[in-house]
């Protein structure tokens, strides 16, 4: 960089921040004026910005046409033209030359169906025409009609086909030497292959055949004949299900004795059918609850990104019926599905706990009080839990 040019209009442009201020790399054509400058065939005499802020150049093209392009494409060089260089003027004409085994006749009216390209008529030497694109002939991707990949020209040519004996009927059918294996069987059609494999590969013919395990069934102790893998997988079998069912009656019983009720590993008390106390149904508790903090969530860690979505009041200690303001904090929704957690309940019970502890509830404890007929005419499911919340309304 010479001397002095860190203070040119372009450097500065360089090193300025955008609305989020992050800096950006480089200049890009919406900071910087490029009316007058020419790139390949087009010359810039306007600019403007989209309505999907996307910056547009308004070019001028030496053939006279004004168009207008994407301002990048054109300042990084992907757009030349107005579209002139592809004009039948400007078209290369490929009659009489030859390409590989190819001699192009005349262009073709037919034009390919996705990119509307035109197709060139070339005729090869063993007489068949074919229609092909000028690129295909000029990088060589086409040099035939297709008659050098044809029998003995191609270079995977074996021999063609061969008689051979099928190996379950006997009789004689024709297939490809390259199809051939040492070591393969020979059918003259799936039906015959099909029987084969029910003779020599299928039950016990099968050399990785293994006999059926008698096992009794995981309930009623009835004796099942199961497969090894099957038997080795599930550590309670049970009689089979009978048509349209999902578990078989044995399997649905052993079920309902062994995991419902408290012998479920994800039984909590049956939190998830206990009815909240009413008072938590009461939108101006709610919002008194809220406003303790200023609606903003309550979660230390929380990182601020889910504030614009529903608010939560989150019982500290996971009991429904506990509304006192102590237990009650607010979290936003991504907050609250944590706080959930078996994993992570008495980190965060302690925490919330810290909180709310420091919080004024005057204003919310007084709402509480004059819920007290409600209250009492509540049916709680732990007696001992209302015992406590009365206590806590006397004081």
């Known amino acids: 960089m010479r001397k002095g040019s860190h203070h040119t209009e372009e450097a500065k442009v360089k090193i300025s921040k955008n609305p989020k201020g992050k800096f950006q790399k480089g200049n890009t054509i919406n900071s910087i004026n490029y009316i007058g400058k020419k790139f390949g065939k087009l010359t810039i005499i306007d600019q403007y910005k989209r309505s999907d802020s996307k910056i547009m150049a308004l070019c001028l093209c030496d053939c006279g046409r004004q168009k207008s ?23 290369v004409d490929l009659t009489g030359q030859r390409f590989g085994r190819l001699t192009v006749i005349a262009m073709s009216e037919k034009k390919t169906e996705k990119y509307n390209k035109i197709l060139w008529e070339c005729e090869c030497d063993c007489g068949g025409v074919k229609l092909v ?12 009609c297709g008659c050098s990949m044809k029998g003995e020209n191609n270079h995977n040519w074996t021999g063609g086909k061969k008689t051979f004996a099928c190996d379950e009927c006997g009789e004689d059918f024709p297939k490809y030497c390259s199809m051939v294996k040492d070591y393969d069987y020979h059918f003259c059609g799936n039906e015959c292959r099909h029987k084969w494999r029910a003779k020599f590969i299928m039950g016990e013919n099968n050399p990785r055949y293994k006999p059926k395990v008698k096992k009794p069934c995981g309930f009623c102790g009835k004796g099942l ?33 062994n995991y419902a009720g408290k012998g479920n590993p994800r039984y909590n008390g049956w939190s998830s059918v206990r009815p909240y106390a009413p008072i938590f149904g009461d939108q101006k508790y709610r919002n008194i609850l809220w406003a303790r903090h200023g ?90 839990q209302q015992l406590s919340l009365l206590e806590a309304v006397n004081q």
Not at 79 to 85: A, E, I, P, Q, V
Not at 133 to 144: F, I, K, N, T, Y
Not at 353 to 361: M, P, R, S, V
Request: charged share 25%; aromatic share 10%; with cysteine.
């Open 225 to 257: 004949e199961l497969h090894p893998s099957k038997a080795k997988s599930y550590e309670n079998n049970f009689c089979p299900r009978e048509e349209g069912e999902n578990l078989s009656k044995c399997h649905i019983a052993w079920m309902s004795e």
């Open 133 to 144: 694109e000028a690129g295909d002939l000029r990088h060589g991707g086409v040099l035939s």
């Open 69 to 91: 392009f994407l301002a990048n494409r054109v300042k990084n060089g992907y757009t030349k033209s107005c579209g002139c260089l592809g004009h039948p003027g400007a078209r």
């Open 295 to 384: 609606d903003v969530c309550m979660n230390p860690n929380c990182l601020g990104e889910h504030l614009d979505k529903p608010k939560f009041l989150h019982h500290i200690d996971h009991e429904k019926e506990n509304t006192l303001p102590e237990n009650q904090i607010g979290l936003c929704s991504s907050c609250n599905g944590i706080a959930e957690n078996k994993e992570t309940w008495d980190y965060y019970i302690k925490l919330y706990q810290g909180i709310t502890a420091e919080l004024n509830n005057q204003e919310a404890m007084e709402y509480f009080n004059n819920y007290y007929t409600d209250f009492m005419d509540f049916e709680f499911s732990n007696p001992e």
